[in-house]
């Protein structure tokens, strides 16, 4: 990271205390920072969740590798829904679902407890036990969150894959797992257009042979193909729904739960591993406490998508444990028109709203109107995630979407921790905009110069967490070398983020981006490599190197910078073929917005393609520093070639 990146940009002078009101009330309350670490985590453990057996240890850390609550023995379905039922909650309401179009269920904790069992009697005719790994490619349905639950009631660990991947990404996923079973749907919907899941799922099969059944669940009721003796359609399916016909099985708290792959600074995604025990009581307690869930009350509402871990944490495994009510959107923010979300909030009385920067960069962008036509009253409390929030955004939430009297929490945390873990607590924390404020109670966060020196208040650099936590991952699956090189190599004995930081002279931590070769394009990671690997993949590209560049909407845009094979000098026509075909490859969140056609990519002597000048070239920075570089003209060509295509559009 250049010193350049970790320079502070602004003063930021604005403060906003928890209004009293909302203070007196809150589930955190001041005393919560000074609990010892220790007894804090062991009186949530004993709080959040039940238990078959106790645990009896707290923690064990054995470099880098962390154990929680040993010796302990649950289930999460039992725990996010069989129990609520015993407890007289039953009636209550788990999921309100609407659908893109229009259509909607309203699943209660009851209704839920049949649905999981009866989804994991099928799973069980397909083969699945305890142990089995299961594929789940599905869009925002009530049976994503069913069909989950419905694998931890077998203990069969899975692996949720976002349905915007393509084939390629499903089926490398699923190989890496090791899946034997995959769970999809017929289509999705998608701004009104169907979206073919079965036929990628079909594709993706076709290249991971240890996948012998699916199971798939109608949707848009359009014909697909079904193969005899391997697919079978839920709704077809005799299945008894009566709990007793499927008891929870008992899990270690440390048997694998699931796994989620992410992007990191190679081709290959990781596969994220997280447990049972810990993950469970780190999501139930940080969603309690951050989004001061009060859930006989409350309708809350996490409008990101399952497919990612904030999907998993805080729309299915935290809200469910806890007992919430919740929204479940299967569309986008402007279809049909640019006021759904605002439409959804008035019609469900939401009380508590999470999402990305990204997205309120989008409502900004379109206009308070939308807003301003719906009643929003019902809201008390605000949440960001995936990025760093812009003040003027942060600013923006909060007035017209918030009416200024809602506390605003931006939660920084990712993949791999789980849980978030740097955030305000809306009760006690004076925010900031733009800042994520402190660490989540038991949490312990730092930053770190180049030396590995820690900085004080006023100072930048690497962010470092120095102390396990509950929902911490437990590594990356079959691969303990990249895991040991990736998070603990840059320090000894810290988890290394790969993220920036600032602490001011509060305290408060401000989270400055990724310092690695990892992109985040509307708050979802994506990595360079990655995307380079699916460019060379193409029979006509020689070279590619891919950045991000600052975008006003996504954060982050990606830039691909390509030399073509024979001299060939490219065209509009292979500009778009490219993306399509990366698209095609990862899915189209890893589209380029720009590919600037070059005929050879800016290398240092000993051949390393230097990404941070194509930044400087992709954000119309001066070059810096070119001496290193083998052919310093190459540069100025490259930046010539990008400026006329800047002004082509
Ligand atoms: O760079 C940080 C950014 O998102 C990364 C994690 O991405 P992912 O694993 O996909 O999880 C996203 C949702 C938890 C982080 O390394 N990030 C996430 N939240 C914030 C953030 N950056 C700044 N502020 C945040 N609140």
Known sequence: MSDQTIETHFVEDRRYPPPLEFAAQANAQPEIYERDFEEFWESEGRERVSWIEPFTKLYEWELPYAKWYLGGTLNVSYNCVDRHVEEGRGERVAYH????????????????????????????????????????????????????????????????????????????????MGCEVLVT???????????PLKRTADEAMAAAPKVRRSLVIRRTGNEVRMQEGRDAWLHELDLPDDPASCPPEPMDAEDLLFLMYTSGTTAKPKGIAHTTGGYLVGVAATHRYIFDLKPETDVFWCAADIGWITGHSYIVYG???????SVLYEGTPDFPDKDRWWSIVERYGVTILYTAPTAIRAHMKWG?????????????????VGEPINPEAWMWYREHVGGDRCPVVDTWWQTETGMALITPLPGVTTTKPGSATKPFPGVDVGVF??????????????????????????????????????????????????????????????????????MNVSGHRISTIEVESALVDHPRVAEAAVCGR??????????????????????????????????????????????????????????????????????????????????????NEISQRASADASDD
């Open 97 to 176: 679902w609407e659908g893109e179009p229009g259509d909607t269920r309203t699943i209660t904790y009851a209704e839920l407890q049949r649905e999981v069992v009866r989804f994991a009697n099928a799973l069980k005719e397909l083969g699945v036990e305890k142990g089995t790994p299961v594929a789940i490619y599905l869009g925002m349905l009530p049976e994503l969150a069913i069909a989950m639950l419905a694998c931890t009631r077998l203990g069969a660990p899975h692996t949720v894959v976002f349905g915007g991947f393509s084939a390629d990404s499903l089926s490398g996923r699923m190989v890496d």
């Open 185 to 195: 749907q017929d289509e999705a919907w998608r701004r009104g257009s169907t979206v």
């Open 319 to 325: 809200p469910l444990c806890n007992g919430a009510t």
């Open 368 to 384: 308070p109107e939308y807003a301003q036509g719906h009643d929003l009253s019902s809201l008390r409390l605000l949440g960001t």
């Open 449 to 518: 110069n180049e030396a590995g020196e820690e900085v004080g208040p006023g100072g930048g650099g690497y962010l470092v967490l120095k102390r396990p936590w509950p929902a911490m991952t437990r590594g990356i699956f079959g691969d303990d070398a990249r895991f040991r090189e990736t998070y603990w190599s840059k320090y000894p004995g810290v988890y290394f983020a790969g993220d920036g930081a600032r602490i001011d002279e509060d305290g408060d931590f401000w989270l400055l981006g990724r310092v690695d070769d990892v």
């Open 550 to 635: 600052n975008d006003a909407l996504t954060g982050q845009a990606i830039v691909a910078y390509v030399t073509l094979k024979g001299g060939d000098d490219g065209s509009l026509e292979m500009l778009d073929e490219l993306r399509n075909h990366v698209a095609g490859k990862i899915g189209a969140i890893a589209k380029p917005a720009n590919i600037v056609f070059t005929p050879e990519l800016p290398k240092t002597r000993s051949g390393k393609i230097m990404r941070r000048l194509l930044r400087d070239v992709a954000e119309n920075r001066p070059l810096g520093d070119t001496t290193t570089l083998a052919d310093p003209t190459v540069v």
